[in-house]
């Protein structure tokens, strides 16, 4: 017999199939009332304990669709300015990994921070070059790093059209 606990160790019952959350132990108390207060059995990892009973949190409510960050990725050079002209002429190793990993993408998504680390790459090897013919290049900077990460998007940039943001 196996003795079934949710994600936060309570006890909910037994069962014949053995579990990621399932102990061959047996608890004391197989009370499964959800009662505040009353004991019931808790699995820490290694013992059934009787504790008070507390209800789990709720999970927290996202008011904000993640998508509302994803982003084309032609506008999300656009963010870059006279950067992305400098990028895109440069055959330093930063700047063509940062292209190569973004243009095989099909959208940008600004919360991922693969996508951080990737400016963040340029940040550390001082790319791209300032270059005469794009005034306002070069180099990659934290100011900028966060201007093209943390503005949220416009309806013209989102990946995904009519979202609420």
Partial sequence: ??????????????SEDPGLRTTTEAPANTSTREAEGEPRANWNGAAWVDVPYEAPPAPPESAEDPRIW??????????????????????????????TLTSVR????????????MIDMLIATDQPVAQPWAPGSGPMTPEKKAAILTTPTTEYERHIKGLEG
């Fill in 1 to 14: 017999m196996n003795f079934e606990f949710d994600l936060h160790g309570w006890y909910v019952g037994a």
């Fill in 70 to 99: 994803w982003m084309d990725v032609g506008p999300f050079y656009d963010r870059f300015g006279s950067d992305a002209l400098a990028i895109a002429a440069s055959d330093h190793g930063a700047c063509k990994a940062v292209q």
């Fill in 106 to 117: 099909k959208y940008i998504d600004l919360k991922d921070l693969r996508v951080a680390a």
